[in-house]
C-alpha cells in the first residue's frame, strides 16, 4: 500500500514536471516568437546581408572652361577569400573567361589560405555585375547534393581611379595621384584635404554565396569631392606646350618653360614645361619631371633682370630715359672686370639705348646712380626672394643676399641681373607689374570651386603692392618696345600689327654640383599690347646647345604663343604709334633737332 501511495507521488511530481517543462517551452516560444521576434529577424537579416563602404570620388580639376585636366572614374578591384574555393582549377575556368583573365591568372591567385588575395585591380564595374550574376545563376542551378560545388568567396571593393585625359599637356602643373587615391604631386597634393570626398556606406543582400545583383541598398551616401576649376585655357596651354617642347628639342636643351599671364588679375592662363611626363603611367617616370619647374627651380634671371634696375633708377629719378652714359666695354669693379657681350668702343648711350642693346656696362652705371640699400629694397618690392604668393606646392622664394653680405663685386653684379636667383614665375612677375602700371598682382591658377550642387565660388581677389609708379611703368615699356625693334636684340619676338615689348635674357648657368658657372638660360620675356598690355609671357630654356641667346630662342616661340592669344581672346591692335626712343646722343640730337625744326615751322605757319 505504502508503495503504491509513494508510486503515485512519484507520477505526480513527473506530471508536474513535465507540465513546467511544457510551460516553460511554451514561454520560451512566446519570448521568441513575439517578445524577440524583431531581434532575431535583424540577425537573420543581418546574415543574409552586408555592408560596404562607397567611395568618394575626388573632386575633378577643371580649365577655365570646365574642360577635364583630371576626373575620377569608377572602377571594380575584385577579391577572393582563398580558403572558401575549394575546387582553384574548376573555379578558375569559370571564372576566367568573365573577367577576361588567362585562366592560370585566375588560378594561380584564388590558390591557396590568403584570406584576401586581389583577383582583378581596377576594373570596370559592368565586369563584377557579370561575374556575381553568372555565379548567382551558377549556384541557383546546383542541386542539394552538388552545394559543396559552390562558388563562392569573391567580393568587391569599389573605387575610383584617377583619369588625365590630356595627358602630359600641364601634368608639372596639376600633379597625379597616389595608387591608394591621395594626392601625390602638383595641384592633386597641395589641393587633397579640398578635392577629396567623403566615403559613404552601402548593403547588398547575399545569395548562394555572392551578392545578388539589385540588391544594393544605400545607407549613407557618399559625397564627391569638390572640382576646382584653374585659370588655365587649354587651347592657349596646347599651343605654349608644343612651342616648348620643339623649342627645347631644336636646341637640345635641357628643359623650357612657358607661362602666359593676365597682368591685371594675376591669372595664369597657360603653364606649359619641356620635357614632361604622363600622369597616367608614373611607374618608371624620373622624379626630376615631376616638379614644378616654374616654381621650384631657380636660376639667375641675366639681362631680363635689367629691367629692375632701370625701374628703380627712373623711379628714384637718377636717371631718365634720355640719361647719357659714356658706356665701355669693360669695367673694372671690385677687384672684378666686368664685361659686355661684343667688344665695342666706349658709346655714348641713352639709358633706353642701354636697355635696348643690353649692355652690362652700362647697367652697371646705371646702378650705381643708387645706394646698394636701395637696389635691394627695389628688387625686393619687384618679389625677389619673396613667394610669389602662388599657393603651388614647393614654391622657392629664390635667393637674394642680404646688403650687409655683398662684396665689392655684388652690387654691379645684382645690378645687370646675376649674383641673384628667381623663378620663372618671379620673373613673370616682374614683367607683369612693369606691363600693369606698377602694381604687382600676386599670380594664381585658381579661378574658384565648385561644390556637388554645381555652385560656383570665385577664388578670393589676389593682393596687390605698389612697386614703382604708373609714370615709371609707362617709361619702362616705351623703352622696353626697343629690344623688340629691328635694332633691338629680339626683332623675332615682333608680332606684325602690334606693339610688343619686352627683353631678353642669356645668363651663365650655375652649376650646385661643380660650384661653378656651366651652360646658360635663355629667355625671353615680354607683354602685348605695349602701350595697353593684356597679357605677359615669359619663355625660358635651360641649358641649350643650338644656340643659347634669348631673343634667338626665346623669342619666336613667344611670337607664336602671344599671337595665339591676341587672337583667341580677340585682343585687337590699338592702332597707335610706337613712339621713337633715342638709343644714342647722336638720336637725342637728331630727334631734339627735329623738334626745334618743327617748333620754328609751326610759328611761321601761326
Given at each position: 500500500m505504502g508503495d503504491l501511495l509513494l508510486s503515485k507521488s512519484r507520477i505526480k511530481i513527473l506530471i508536474i514536471g513535465v507540465f513546467m517543462i511544457f510551460v516553460l517551452l511554451a514561454l520560451q516560444l512566446v519570448r521568441v516568437q513575439v517578445i524577440q521576434a524583431s531581434e532575431y529577424q535583424s540577425k537573420a537579416a543581418n546574415e543574409m546581408e552586408s555592408t560596404r563602404t562607397t567611395p568618394a570620388p575626388r573632386g575633378e580639376i577643371t580649365d577655365i572652361n570646365g574642360v577635364a585636366f583630371a576626373r575620377s572614374v569608377s572602377a571594380i578591384t575584385i577579391v577572393v577569400d582563398q580558403t572558401q574555393i575549394t575546387d582553384p582549377a574548376r573555379v578558375a575556368n569559370f571564372v576566367a573567361p568573365i573577367l577576361g583573365l588567362p585562366v592560370e591568372e585566375v588560378q594561380g591567385n584564388i590558390t591557396g589560405t590568403r584570406r584576401y588575395s586581389i583577383v582583378l585591380k581596377n576594373g570596370r564595374p559592368a565586369q563584377w555585375d557579370l561575374l556575381t550574376k553568372e555565379i548567382y545563376e551558377y549556384n541557383k542551378a546546383l542541386t542539394n547534393e552538388q552545394l559543396d560545388k559552390r562558388i563562392i568567396g569573391f567580393f568587391p571593393e569599389r573605387s575610383f581611379i584617377r583619369e588625365y585625359p590630356s595627358g602630359s599637356l600641364i601634368s608639372s602643373l596639376v600633379g597625379f595621384v597616389r595608387a591608394d587615391g591621395i594626392g601625390a604631386t602638383g595641384l592633386e597634393s597641395s589641393l587633397n584635404s579640398v578635392i577629396t570626398g567623403t566615403d559613404g556606406r552601402y548593403s547588398f543582400a547575399n545569395g548562394y554565396g555572392a551578392e545578388i545583383p539589385g540588391s544594393q541598398r544605400e545607407i549613407v551616401a557618399a559625397k564627391a569631392g569638390t572640382t576646382v576649376r584653374l585659370t588655365i585655357d587649354r587651347d592657349v596651354q596646347w599651343v605654349a606646350a608644343k612651342a616648348i617642347a620643339e623649342a627645347v628639342k631644336s636646341s637640345r636643351a635641357a628643359s623650357g618653360t612657358v607661362i602666359v599671364m593676365d597682368p591685371r588679375?594675376?591669372?595664369?592662363?597657360?603653364?606649359?614645361?619641356?620635357?614632361?611626363?604622363?600622369?597616367?603611367?608614373?611607374?618608371?617616370?624620373?622624379?626630376?619631371?615631376?616638379?614644378?619647374?616654374?616654381?621650384?627651380?631657380?636660376?639667375?634671371?641675366?639681362?631680363?633682370?635689367?629691367?629692375?634696375?632701370?625701374?628703380?633708377?627712373?623711379?628714384?629719378?637718377?636717371?631718365?630715359?634720355?640719361?647719357?652714359?659714356?658706356?665701355?666695354?669693360?669695367?673694372?669693379?671690385?677687384?672684378?672686370?666686368?664685361?659686355?657681350?661684343?667688344?665695342?668702343?666706349?658709346?655714348?648711350?641713352?639709358?633706353?639705348?642701354?636697355?635696348?642693346?643690353?649692355?652690362?656696362?652700362?647697367?652697371?652705371?646705371?646702378?650705381?646712380?643708387?645706394?646698394?640699400?636701395?637696389?635691394?629694397?627695389?628688387?625686393?618690392?619687384?618679389?625677389?626672394?619673396?613667394?610669389?604668393?602662388?599657393?603651388?606646392?614647393?614654391?622657392?622664394?629664390?635667393?637674394?643676399?642680404?646688403?650687409?653680405?655683398?662684396?665689392g663685386t655684388t652690387a654691379p653684379t645684382v645690378a645687370f641681373g646675376q649674383g641673384y636667383s628667381v623663378t620663372a614665375m618671379q620673373a613673370t612677375s616682374v614683367f607683369a607689374t612693369i606691363a600693369n602700371n606698377g602694381v604687382r598682382v600676386s599670380p594664381t591658377v585658381i579661378a574658384g570651386t565648385q561644390d556637388a550642387s554645381g555652385h560656383f565660388t570665385p577664388a578670393a581677389n589676389r593682393t596687390t603692392t605698389r612697386v614703382v609708379s604708373e609714370d615709371t611703368a609707362r617709361e619702362l615699356r616705351l623703352m622696353l618696345e626697343s629690344v623688340v625693334s629691328p635694332t633691338g636684340t629680339a626683332p623675332s619676338a615682333a608680332i606684325?600689327?602690334?606693339?610688343?615689348?619686352?627683353?631678353?635674357?642669356?645668363?651663365?648657368?650655375?652649376?650646385?654640383?661643380?660650384?661653378?658657372?656651366?651652360?646658360?638660360?635663355?629667355?625671353?620675356?615680354?607683354?602685348?599690347?605695349?602701350?595697353?598690355?593684356?597679357?605677359?609671357?615669359?619663355?625660358?630654356?635651360?641649358?641649350?646647345?643650338?644656340?643659347?641667346?634669348?631673343?634667338?630662342?626665346?623669342?619666336?616661340?613667344?611670337?607664336?604663343?602671344?599671337?595665339?592669344?591676341?587672337?583667341?581672346?580677340?585682343?585687337?591692335?590699338?592702332?597707335?604709334?610706337?613712339?621713337?626712343?633715342?638709343?644714342?646722343?647722336?638720336?637725342l640730337t637728331r630727334m631734339k633737332a627735329t623738334q626745334v625744326s618743327a617748333e620754328k615751322s609751326g610759328a611761321v605757319r601761326q
Amino acid at each position: 500500500m505504502g508503495d503504491l501511495l509513494l508510486s503515485k507521488s512519484r507520477i505526480k511530481i513527473l506530471i508536474i514536471g513535465v507540465f513546467m517543462i511544457f510551460v516553460l517551452l511554451a514561454l520560451q516560444l512566446v519570448r521568441v516568437q513575439v517578445i524577440q521576434a524583431s531581434e532575431y529577424q535583424s540577425k537573420a537579416a543581418n546574415e543574409m546581408e552586408s555592408t560596404r563602404t562607397t567611395p568618394a570620388p575626388r573632386g575633378e580639376i577643371t580649365d577655365i572652361n570646365g574642360v577635364a585636366f583630371a576626373r575620377s572614374v569608377s572602377a571594380i578591384t575584385i577579391v577572393v577569400d582563398q580558403t572558401q574555393i575549394t575546387d582553384p582549377a574548376r573555379v578558375a575556368n569559370f571564372v576566367a573567361p568573365i573577367l577576361g583573365l588567362p585562366v592560370e591568372e585566375v588560378q594561380g591567385n584564388i590558390t591557396g589560405t590568403r584570406r584576401y588575395s586581389i583577383v582583378l585591380k581596377n576594373g570596370r564595374p559592368a565586369q563584377w555585375d557579370l561575374l556575381t550574376k553568372e555565379i548567382y545563376e551558377y549556384n541557383k542551378a546546383l542541386t542539394n547534393e552538388q552545394l559543396d560545388k559552390r562558388i563562392i568567396g569573391f567580393f568587391p571593393e569599389r573605387s575610383f581611379i584617377r583619369e588625365y585625359p590630356s595627358g602630359s599637356l600641364i601634368s608639372s602643373l596639376v600633379g597625379f595621384v597616389r595608387a591608394d587615391g591621395i594626392g601625390a604631386t602638383g595641384l592633386e597634393s597641395s589641393l587633397n584635404s579640398v578635392i577629396t570626398g567623403t566615403d559613404g556606406r552601402y548593403s547588398f543582400a547575399n545569395g548562394y554565396g555572392a551578392e545578388i545583383p539589385g540588391s544594393q541598398r544605400e545607407i549613407v551616401a557618399a559625397k564627391a569631392g569638390t572640382t576646382v576649376r584653374l585659370t588655365i585655357d587649354r587651347d592657349v596651354q596646347w599651343v605654349a606646350a608644343k612651342a616648348i617642347a620643339e623649342a627645347v628639342k631644336s636646341s637640345r636643351a635641357a628643359s623650357g618653360t612657358v607661362i602666359v599671364m593676365d597682368p591685371r588679375t594675376g591669372e595664369i592662363v597657360a603653364h606649359a614645361t619641356a620635357p614632361t611626363f604622363d600622369p597616367n603611367n608614373t611607374k618608371n617616370v624620373d622624379l626630376n619631371l615631376m616638379r614644378n619647374p616654374s616654381v621650384q627651380d631657380v636660376y639667375e634671371p641675366g639681362s631680363t633682370g635689367k629691367v629692375m634696375t632701370l625701374a628703380a633708377a627712373l623711379e628714384e629719378k637718377t636717371v631718365a630715359p634720355t640719361t647719357v652714359f659714356a658706356v665701355p666695354y669693360k669695367l673694372k669693379r671690385g677687384g672684378s672686370t666686368f664685361k659686355d657681350h661684343d667688344k665695342h668702343p666706349v658709346q655714348q648711350l641713352t639709358t633706353s639705348g642701354i636697355l635696348a642693346v643690353s649692355s652690362n656696362t652700362g647697367t652697371i652705371k646705371i646702378g650705381e646712380t643708387l645706394s646698394n640699400d636701395k637696389l635691394y629694397s627695389y628688387l625686393n618690392k619687384f618679389g625677389v626672394g619673396v613667394k610669389t604668393g602662388s599657393g603651388l606646392p614647393g614654391e622657392s622664394a629664390g635667393l637674394m643676399p642680404k646688403v650687409k653680405d655683398w662684396s665689392g663685386t655684388t652690387a654691379p653684379t645684382v645690378a645687370f641681373g646675376q649674383g641673384y636667383s628667381v623663378t620663372a614665375m618671379q620673373a613673370t612677375s616682374v614683367f607683369a607689374t612693369i606691363a600693369n602700371n606698377g602694381v604687382r598682382v600676386s599670380p594664381t591658377v585658381i579661378a574658384g570651386t565648385q561644390d556637388a550642387s554645381g555652385h560656383f565660388t570665385p577664388a578670393a581677389n589676389r593682393t596687390t603692392t605698389r612697386v614703382v609708379s604708373e609714370d615709371t611703368a609707362r617709361e619702362l615699356r616705351l623703352m622696353l618696345e626697343s629690344v623688340v625693334s629691328p635694332t633691338g636684340t629680339a626683332p623675332s619676338a615682333a608680332i606684325p600689327g602690334y606693339r610688343v615689348a619686352g627683353k631678353t635674357g642669356t645668363a651663365w648657368r650655375y652649376n650646385d654640383k661643380t660650384g661653378g658657372y656651366s651652360g646658360y638660360t635663355a629667355s625671353f620675356i615680354g607683354f602685348a599690347p605695349a602701350d595697353a598690355p593684356r597679357y605677359v609671357i615669359n619663355v625660358t630654356i635651360q641649358d641649350p646647345h643650338n644656340g643659347y641667346y634669348g631673343g634667338l630662342l626665346g623669342g619666336p616661340v613667344f611670337k607664336k604663343v602671344m599671337t595665339f592669344v591676341l587672337q583667341t581672346k580677340h585682343v585687337a591692335p590699338t592702332g597707335t604709334k610706337v613712339m621713337p626712343v633715342a638709343l644714342n646722343q647722336k638720336d637725342l640730337t637728331r630727334m631734339k633737332a627735329t623738334q626745334v625744326s618743327a617748333e620754328k615751322s609751326g610759328a611761321v605757319r601761326q
